[in-house]
Protein backbone atom coordinates (compact mmCIF):
# COMPACT_ATOMS: atom_id res chain seq x y z
CA UNK A 1 0.00 0.00 0.00
CA UNK A 2 1.52 3.19 -1.23
CA UNK A 3 0.65 6.56 0.72
CA UNK A 4 2.08 9.97 0.88
CA UNK A 5 4.08 9.01 3.91
CA UNK A 6 5.85 6.01 1.74
CA UNK A 7 6.44 7.82 -0.98
CA UNK A 8 8.35 10.70 0.48
CA UNK A 9 10.57 7.96 2.33
CA UNK A 10 11.68 6.20 -0.93
CA UNK A 11 12.42 10.09 -2.51
CA UNK A 12 14.63 10.77 0.37
CA UNK A 13 16.27 7.11 0.52
CA UNK A 14 16.78 7.81 -2.99
CA UNK A 15 17.93 11.01 -2.93
CA UNK A 16 20.44 10.27 0.35
CA UNK A 17 21.86 7.65 -1.97
CA UNK A 18 22.43 10.03 -5.04
CA UNK A 19 23.90 12.83 -3.06
CA UNK A 20 26.51 10.11 -1.96
CA UNK A 21 27.16 9.12 -5.22
CA UNK A 22 27.58 12.31 -6.46
CA UNK A 23 29.74 12.82 -3.51
CA UNK A 24 32.25 9.97 -4.32
CA UNK A 25 32.64 11.53 -7.67
CA UNK A 26 33.62 14.94 -5.80
CA UNK A 27 35.97 13.35 -3.67
CA UNK A 28 37.47 10.46 -5.87
CA UNK A 29 36.43 9.13 -9.66
CA UNK A 30 36.06 12.75 -11.42
CA UNK A 31 39.58 13.62 -11.48
CA UNK A 32 40.92 10.37 -11.77
CA UNK A 33 38.06 9.19 -14.77
CA UNK A 34 39.35 12.89 -15.81
CA UNK A 35 42.71 12.02 -16.59
CA UNK A 36 41.94 8.92 -18.48
CA UNK A 37 39.96 11.01 -20.60
CA UNK A 38 42.31 13.52 -22.08
CA UNK A 39 45.19 14.16 -24.53
CA UNK A 40 48.40 13.73 -23.57
CA UNK A 41 49.93 17.23 -22.59
CA UNK A 42 53.49 16.62 -24.71
CA UNK A 43 51.87 15.38 -27.81
CA UNK A 44 49.16 17.70 -27.73
CA UNK A 45 45.62 17.31 -29.72
CA UNK A 46 44.62 13.99 -30.77
CA UNK A 47 46.89 12.03 -28.62
CA UNK A 48 43.57 10.67 -26.49
CA UNK A 49 44.64 7.31 -25.28
CA UNK A 50 48.61 7.97 -25.91
CA UNK A 51 49.11 8.36 -21.70
CA UNK A 52 50.24 5.21 -20.54
CA UNK A 53 53.47 6.82 -19.30
CA UNK A 54 51.83 8.70 -16.75
CA UNK A 55 49.24 6.08 -15.95
CA UNK A 56 51.89 3.85 -13.44
CA UNK A 57 52.09 6.83 -11.41
CA UNK A 58 48.65 7.82 -11.27
CA UNK A 59 47.36 4.25 -10.70
CA UNK A 60 49.47 4.86 -7.11
CA UNK A 61 47.67 8.58 -7.25
CA UNK A 62 44.20 6.27 -7.21
CA UNK A 63 44.92 4.08 -4.55
CA UNK A 64 46.59 6.91 -2.01
CA UNK A 65 43.43 8.62 -2.85
CA UNK A 66 41.16 5.16 -2.62
CA UNK A 67 43.18 4.42 0.89
CA UNK A 68 42.02 8.16 2.52
CA UNK A 69 38.25 6.98 2.24
CA UNK A 70 38.84 3.44 3.38
CA UNK A 71 37.99 2.98 6.74
CA UNK A 72 35.49 5.18 7.70
CA UNK A 73 37.92 8.00 6.67
CA UNK A 74 35.32 9.28 3.95
CA UNK A 75 33.52 10.40 6.41
CA UNK A 76 35.23 13.31 7.69
CA UNK A 77 35.64 15.08 3.96
CA UNK A 78 34.37 17.83 3.26
CA UNK A 79 32.84 16.54 -0.49
CA UNK A 80 29.99 14.29 1.87
CA UNK A 81 29.18 17.54 3.44
CA UNK A 82 25.81 17.07 1.02
CA UNK A 83 25.37 13.70 1.98
CA UNK A 84 25.46 14.47 5.70
CA UNK A 85 23.37 17.16 5.41
CA UNK A 86 20.16 15.38 3.90
CA UNK A 87 21.24 12.02 6.12
CA UNK A 88 21.09 14.41 9.29
CA UNK A 89 16.78 14.28 9.31
CA UNK A 90 16.81 9.93 8.89
CA UNK A 91 16.18 8.79 12.32
CA UNK A 92 18.84 6.31 13.99
CA UNK A 93 17.31 2.82 13.26
CA UNK A 94 19.95 0.71 15.12
CA UNK A 95 20.85 -1.99 12.95
CA UNK A 96 18.22 -3.98 11.58
CA UNK A 97 19.20 -4.42 8.13
CA UNK A 98 15.61 -3.50 6.83
CA UNK A 99 15.22 -0.76 8.01
CA UNK A 100 16.33 2.65 5.92
CA UNK A 101 17.74 4.57 8.61
CA UNK A 102 21.13 6.31 9.09
CA UNK A 103 22.95 3.19 9.68
CA UNK A 104 21.84 1.90 6.68
CA UNK A 105 22.90 4.56 4.55
CA UNK A 106 26.17 4.51 6.77
CA UNK A 107 26.94 1.14 5.96
CA UNK A 108 25.94 1.24 2.56
CA UNK A 109 28.77 3.66 1.69
CA UNK A 110 31.22 1.75 3.35
CA UNK A 111 30.68 -1.51 1.54
CA UNK A 112 30.03 0.65 -1.66
CA UNK A 113 34.02 2.10 -0.99
CA UNK A 114 35.03 -1.61 -0.19
CA UNK A 115 33.18 -2.96 -3.67
CA UNK A 116 35.30 -0.19 -4.98
CA UNK A 117 38.47 -1.04 -3.69
CA UNK A 118 37.71 -4.84 -4.63
CA UNK A 119 36.56 -4.04 -8.45
CA UNK A 120 40.11 -1.28 -8.92
CA UNK A 121 42.42 -4.35 -6.94
CA UNK A 122 41.24 -6.48 -9.72
CA UNK A 123 40.64 -4.58 -12.64
CA UNK A 124 43.52 -1.39 -12.47
CA UNK A 125 46.16 -1.70 -9.48
CA UNK A 126 46.65 -5.53 -9.82
CA UNK A 127 46.78 -4.91 -14.27
CA UNK A 128 48.81 -2.04 -13.97
CA UNK A 129 51.53 -3.02 -10.95
CA UNK A 130 52.96 -5.79 -13.29
CA UNK A 131 56.67 -6.12 -14.03
CA UNK A 132 55.65 -5.59 -18.37
CA UNK A 133 53.83 -2.12 -17.48
CA UNK A 134 55.65 -0.24 -14.50
CA UNK A 135 58.79 0.28 -16.93
CA UNK A 136 56.25 2.71 -18.69
CA UNK A 137 56.81 5.58 -15.93
CA UNK A 138 60.22 5.37 -17.66
CA UNK A 139 58.59 7.86 -19.93
CA UNK A 140 57.25 9.81 -17.54
CA UNK A 141 58.24 12.29 -14.82
CA UNK A 142 61.78 12.78 -14.70
CA UNK A 143 62.62 12.72 -11.39
CA UNK A 144 60.58 9.27 -10.86
CA UNK A 145 61.88 8.06 -14.10
CA UNK A 146 64.84 8.34 -13.00
CA UNK A 147 64.82 7.02 -9.71
CA UNK A 148 62.35 3.89 -11.21
CA UNK A 149 65.66 3.26 -13.20
CA UNK A 150 68.46 3.54 -10.82
CA UNK A 151 66.21 1.22 -9.24
CA UNK A 152 66.01 -1.33 -11.51
CA UNK A 153 69.47 -1.26 -11.96
CA UNK A 154 70.95 -1.03 -8.43
CA UNK A 155 68.34 -1.63 -6.05
CA UNK A 156 68.92 2.01 -4.78
CA UNK A 157 66.47 3.39 -2.34
CA UNK A 158 63.79 5.59 -3.31
CA UNK A 159 64.07 9.55 -1.91
CA UNK A 160 61.94 10.55 0.04
CA UNK A 161 61.27 13.99 -2.16
CA UNK A 162 57.91 15.29 -3.11
CA UNK A 163 57.38 16.67 -6.55
CA UNK A 164 54.78 18.09 -8.54
CA UNK A 165 53.28 16.09 -11.30
CA UNK A 166 52.41 18.43 -14.01
CA UNK A 167 50.83 16.19 -16.57
CA UNK A 168 48.38 14.92 -13.87
CA UNK A 169 46.69 18.03 -13.35
CA UNK A 170 42.73 17.91 -13.75
CA UNK A 171 40.67 21.63 -13.44
CA UNK A 172 42.59 23.12 -10.13
CA UNK A 173 44.11 20.51 -8.47
CA UNK A 174 47.98 20.04 -8.56
CA UNK A 175 49.18 16.69 -8.00
CA UNK A 176 51.66 16.29 -5.35
CA UNK A 177 53.50 12.80 -4.43
CA UNK A 178 56.30 11.34 -2.45
CA UNK A 179 58.32 9.66 -4.99
CA UNK A 180 59.54 7.11 -2.17
CA UNK A 181 56.28 6.40 -1.37
CA UNK A 182 54.74 6.09 -4.90
CA UNK A 183 57.61 4.16 -6.05
CA UNK A 184 57.71 1.64 -3.49
CA UNK A 185 54.02 1.47 -3.44
CA UNK A 186 54.55 0.44 -7.47
CA UNK A 187 56.96 -2.27 -6.98
CA UNK A 188 56.82 -3.90 -3.66
CA UNK A 189 54.56 -6.46 -4.52
CA UNK A 190 54.62 -6.19 -8.62
CA UNK A 191 52.73 -8.73 -9.89
CA UNK A 192 55.20 -10.37 -12.26
CA UNK A 193 52.75 -13.48 -13.35
CA UNK A 194 50.94 -11.05 -15.79
Not at 39 to 50: P, Q
Not at 59 to 79: C, F, N, P, Q, V
Not at 158 to 181: D, I, K, M, R
Amino acid sequence: MSTKATEKAKESNFRVSLLFFRDMCDAYFTRHFDFFKRNDALFGDNSYGHISREVPTHIYLMHRDLSALEDGKWKTRDEFKPYFSALKHFPSLGNDINATGKEYHERTADLYIKRVRDISNIHVFDRWRTNKLIPLAIGGHPVISKHLLRWIFSGSQFPSVTVQLEFHYTGNFVEEVNVAECLAGLTESTNTTR
